[in-house]
């Protein structure tokens, strides 16, 4: 999967409690990308990085925010999970925004009780 | 705003048929068109993308893909289908106006039977 780890691959929480999921690249890539995949939905942009403590938002970011202090590392914190938010969350990267394809991590599959 | 369809929620064909999953797209500008694939519990991998040039683009798996500007479509194709192609396939398109980001189809589930 293109040097991209994701972490934790699953995990189960309580409606109420912050989470954060992790993305590591080793690629150097500039751009970082979260989204969530959800049956009938496709895959919808949550926020992005296009570089080191650059974000911003993308088509479904209410509930999220994220941080990116290092080119590698790029997270995803949901500060009070909702039921809504169980999905499967995927991080991506690419060398630029445009013309180059985006690489995809295994995804973190996030149930939210 | 851009925008992807991809009509088919799902297509069969028989091992050893041609395959062709179906993508149209909007955009006010030009556009990078892009196929995925993602099997079972796994992320997406990248197939194959339109930047510019030749209508007729080749990609990974012997996958190939047409764009086609006036009926605004960027179907995905294959001669001969395999088992082993049973995937999710996602069309994505960016558009060149602009700075925007990636948007991506709801997805086609290509089942290949025996």
């Known amino acids: 999967d293109a040097g991209i780890t994701q972490s934790p691959r699953h995990k189960v929480t309580e409606t109420g409690t912050p989470v954060t999921l992790r993305c590591h690249q080793t690629?150097?890539?500039?751009?970082m990308y979260w989204y969530r995949q959800d049956p009938g939905h496709g895959l919808r942009l949550i926020h992005y990085s296009y570089g080191v403590k650059d974000t911003d938002k993308g088509e479904v970011s209410d509930g999220y925010s994220v941080s990116r202090s290092k080119t590698e590392d790029f997270l995803l914190t949901l500060e009070s999970a909702t039921s809504s938010q169980t999905s499967v969350y995927f991080c991506?990267?690419?060398?630029?925004?445009?013309?180059?394809?985006?690489?995809f991590g295994p995804g973190t599959r996030l149930t939210v009780l | 705003a851009q925008s992807v369809a991809q009509p088919e929620d799902q297509v069969n064909v028989a091992e050893g048929n041609p395959l062709t999953v179906k993508c149209t797209y909007s955009?006010?500008?030009?556009?990078?068109l892009f196929w995925y694939v993602q099997y079972p519990n796994r992320g997406l991998q990248f197939l194959l993308k339109?930047?510019?040039?030749?209508?007729l683009v080749k990609g990974s798996y012997g996958f190939e893909a047409e764009f086609n500007k006036s009926q605004t479509s960027f179907h995905l194709k294959k001669p001969s289908a395999l088992v082993s192609d049973s995937a999710l396939y996602f069309c994505?398109?960016?558009?060149?106006?602009?700075?925007?980001?990636?948007?991506f189809g709801k997805g086609t589930m290509l089942l290949v039977s025996p």
């Open positions: 955009v006010s500008g030009n556009p990078y």
């Open positions: 994505a398109v960016r558009d060149l106006s602009g700075y925007s980001t990636l948007t």
């Open positions: 339109y930047i510019t040039g030749d209508n």
């Open positions: 991506a990267i690419s060398e630029t925004a445009d013309r180059n394809e985006q690489f």
């Open positions: 690629e150097n890539h500039r751009y």
